[in-house]
């Protein structure tokens, strides 16, 4: 994280005598920034003002200088506590005030200076290394008795975000959510992004991924084939999907179907309900999907991609689930915890036709990753905006749509 | 009646340098001093009436002669200052003592918060203006501030010669404003220019400004300023002030003259 900051006060008449305006032009001048982070007017003329000003510089050099400029003129370094920390009571549970995340980049003070914290993501916990000054966001399950918690806010602060250099559509990092905009610009900015990261991809492995969270509409609607080219043409690296996506990719593999429905014949097949549990079985039978993709008996699709090029697979269980397919996870914590690890690297993620998989995975994502998500259904990009994934583009569109338009702009011939 | 806080000049002389103005190899004629400063006081009291309280001088202190540093009087209370430099520090206990003997409730700033008194604290009666950055901190006004509840605004001193606000501004009892705007940043500048309208602000030439035209004493329509500053006595003139002229040279080796001299003590 190349942010440094520290937070300062001025007090005193500063409006009037220019001191504030003065004390900002110096921090811009000299190639800081800040945000002002409270004013307080004076409410008669006798009575003084206040503002705390966070200052943020590129380097920490540059930061030490600013503040040595500014010192002068009477702002002054709040006077700051290191965060305190209590040992976890039990395995699993956090001190009663235990600080709760969010997933934008935040540091800690320990021993007198700010450390990062790692793997950041919304509503964990922080446990703190005292011995090797490490600190790390931590989910309640995995909390062990007597590990330092960080509780309290003293000694913590949390970054906002920096604008990122490109000016995309993931420049404003908010999320709007619209059926009435066009996409697309937003699907071409996704990728252009794509292709620069592929290039990155090829370049480092796995500290540069894509990742793609989906839901089986992708293979109801039409957009199966998209996706697989999407995973050979090595745009797409990480996948996290549920019990259905998978199972109804292999049927369509296999009997021509999703749910049932051929695929191109556009109507229901006779009996054509029992495909994807007699896939499921298949696969069952065989042992694994790898095991089925190297036999040769599923050749195509989303999940034969994921296999012969190596694409890491999550796939979440959940209570509704036929089977499930061998390699579902059906056990929540489990699930979240092999998500988690999956996660590193990503620097893309798209979550598409899937309510489920786009919170569970939104919830893990740093606010710094750019997020897409996708659906037909306007109020599930809302949701995940609600959430607490503000970050998130949204875009109100039919998920086969969003992926065949995707891959054209990537080259797949139509 | 005005009363004035002075103290004569037996042990003044050059023993350090911590002004520009001041030399070691620029020393004082002692005897010079002597008459320039009684000469002073015959005009405060005589010409213009005001009451004098003489310190009791103390060797080994040549500074102790420049009151206006001794702290600020705000009616029975007395906030005496925080040199910045230890050749003046050793003032603050005498200068308090003072204060102490003479009735006044003394207000301490923190150790370390520097405050060089009226030197650096100056104003009109609904607004001061604090000079800070070379001597005095600014971050002791919001304290003051608070203390006297008056709005002090902070102006920055960029000149080196004119190290305290008393050497570029000078507030006068008509509300006008006699001032040197290069001792003054550009935000310094408009800050003043924001409160004291256009024709009430008497800006002083370079000329008169390097004699410490500034360094000026008020009293009603009375302006005692050093010697060899016409444009300055002409302009004040013409604003219906009565300008008395007197030759401070000698303490001029010391970065300092008339207003330097002298603390207003309450009315």
Same mark, same amino acid.
């Given at each position: 994280m190349n942010i440094h900051q520290e937070t300062v006060v001025l007090?005193?008449?500063?409006?009037?005598?220019?001191?504030?305006?003065?004390?900002?032009?110096?921090?811009?001048?000299?190639?800081?920034?800040?945000?002002?982070?409270?004013?307080?007017?004076?409410?008669?003329? *006798?009575?003084?003002?206040?503002?705390?000003?966070?200052?943020?510089?590129?380097?920490?050099?540059?930061? #030490? #200088?600013?503040?040595?400029?500014?010192?002068?003129? $009477?702002?002054?370094? /709040?006077?700051?506590?290191?965060?305190?920390?209590?040992?976890?009571?039990?395995?699993?549970?956090?001190? *009663?005030?235990?600080?709760?995340?969010?997933?934008?980049?935040?540091?800690?003070?320990?021993?007198?200076?700010?450390?990062?914290?790692?793997?950041?993501?919304?509503?964990v916990g922080i446990v703190v290394d005292r011995r090797r000054e490490t600190a790390q966001a931590v989910p309640m399950g995995e909390v062990r008795q007597g590990e330092l918690v960080v509780t309290g806010r003293e000694g913590v602060r949390v970054i906002p975000?920096?604008?990122?250099?490109?000016?995309?559509?993931?420049?404003?990092? /908010?999320?709007?959510?619209?059926?009435?905009?066009? !996409?697309? !610009?937003?699907?071409? #900015?996704?990728?252009?992004?794509?292709?620069?990261?592929?290039e990155q991809h090829r370049q480092e492995g796995a500290a540069c991924r894509v990742l793609l969270a989906g839901g089986p509409a992708i293979i109801h609607a039409g957009g199966r084939d998209a996706l697989a080219w999407l995973i050979e043409e090595e745009f797409i690296h990480v996948l996290f999907c549920g019990n259905a996506l998978a199972a109804h990719d292999m049927e369509a593999d296999l009997y021509g179907t999703s749910l049932g429905y051929g695929l191109?014949?556009?109507?229901?097949?006779? !009996?054509?309900? *029992?495909?994807?549990?007699?896939?499921?079985?298949?696969?069952?039978?065989? $042992?694994?999907?790898?095991?089925?993709? @190297?036999?040769?008996?599923?050749?195509?699709?989303?999940?034969?991609?994921?296999?012969?090029?190596h694409v890491p697979v999550v796939m979440a269980g959940?209570?509704?689930?036929?089977?499930?397919?061998?390699g579902v996870i059906t056990d929540s914590i489990q699930a979240q915890r092999a998500m988690r690890a999956a996660i590193s690297g990503v620097k893309l993620a798209l979550l598409v036709a899937s309510t489920l998989h786009?919170? @569970?995975?939104?919830?893990?994502?740093?606010?710094?990753?750019?997020?897409?998500c996708v659906d037909i259904n306007p109020s599930v990009p809302?949701?995940?905006?609600?959430?607490?994934s503000f970050q998130a583009v949204g875009l109100v569109m039919d998920a086969a749509s969003f992926l065949n338009e995707l891959a054209r702009r990537l080259g797949r011939p139509a | 009646m005005t009363r004035l806080l002075v103290c004569p000049p037996?042990?003044?002389?050059?023993?350090?340098?911590?002004?520009?103005?001041?030399?070691?190899?620029?020393?004082?004629?002692?005897?010079?001093?002597?008459?320039?400063?009684?000469n002073l006081m015959a005009v405060f009291e005589r010409d213009i009436g005001v009451t004098l309280e003489r310190m009791t001088p103390v060797p080994g202190l040549p500074d102790l002669v420049f009151t206006a540093n001794a702290g600020i009087v705000v009616g029975r209370q007395a906030v005496v200052s925080r040199f910045r430099y230890p050749e003046r520090q050793r003032e603050e206990a005498y200068f308090e003592n003072w204060f102490r003997d003479h009735g006044y409730e003394i207000l301490t700033l923190e150790p370390g918060l520097f405050f060089e008194g009226a030197g650096d604290l100056l104003g009109f009666p609904d607004c001061w203006f604090g000079g800070y950055r070379?001597?005095?901190?600014?971050?002791?006004?919001?304290?003051?501030?608070?203390?006297?509840?008056?709005?002090?605004?902070?102006?920055?001193?960029?000149?080196?010669r004119f190290y305290h606000l008393d050497t570029c501004f000078c507030p006068l009892s008509g509300g006008d404003l006699l001032y040197f705007p290069p001792a003054f940043d550009h935000y310094g500048q408009t800050a003043i220019a924001e409160r004291i309208p256009p024709t009430k602000r008497l800006v002083v030439p370079e000329h008169d400004a390097l004699r410490f035209a500034c360094n000026a004493v008020c009293v009603g329509n009375h302006v005692v300023l050093p010697a060899g500053c016409p444009t300055t006595e002409q302009m004040l003139r013409e604003h219906g002030y009565q300008p008395h002229a007197v030759w401070l040279d000698e303490f001029m080796k010391s970065g300092g003259s008339a207003k330097c001299l002298t603390l207003r003590l309450e009315e």
């Open positions: 007090n005193g008449h500063i409006i009037d005598s220019l001191l504030l305006a003065k004390v900002l032009d110096l921090i811009l001048m000299m190639g800081g920034d800040f945000d002002l982070e409270d004013v307080q007017i004076g409410k008669t003329r *006798e009575a003084s003002s206040r503002a705390r000003i966070t200052v943020r510089a590129p380097s920490q050099t540059l930061l #030490d #200088d600013i503040l040595k400029a500014i010192q002068p003129h $009477g702002a002054s370094v /709040e006077r700051e506590a290191d965060c305190r920390l209590e040992a976890a009571p039990a395995d699993g549970i956090f001190p *009663e005030n235990f600080y709760a995340t969010t997933h934008l980049p935040t540091q800690i003070r320990l021993n007198g200076r700010w450390i990062d914290v790692e793997h950041i993501e919304m509503d975000l920096a604008r990122p250099r490109e000016r995309d559509v993931f420049g404003f990092m /908010e999320s709007h959510v619209s059926a009435e905009r066009p !996409h697309g !610009h937003v699907i071409a #900015d996704i990728a252009s992004r794509m292709r620069r990261l592929r191109t014949a556009g109507r229901t097949i006779p !009996h054509g309900h *029992e495909h994807h549990l007699r896939t499921i079985n298949r696969i069952r039978a065989i $042992g694994s999907i790898e095991r089925a993709v @190297a036999s040769g008996i599923v050749k195509n699709g989303i999940m034969a991609a994921c296999i012969r090029k959940t209570i509704r689930d036929d089977g499930p397919l061998p786009a919170v @569970a995975t939104g919830n893990l994502l740093p606010a710094t990753i750019p997020t897409v809302t949701k995940l905006a609600d959430r607490g | 037996d042990f003044f002389g050059i023993e350090y340098e911590i002004n520009p103005w001041m030399r070691l190899n620029n020393q004082v004629d002692h005897e010079r001093a002597i008459l320039q400063w009684n070379q001597r005095s901190d600014v971050r002791a006004f919001p304290i003051l501030s608070e203390w006297f509840h008056r709005e002090i605004l902070p102006l920055e001193l960029v000149d080196r």
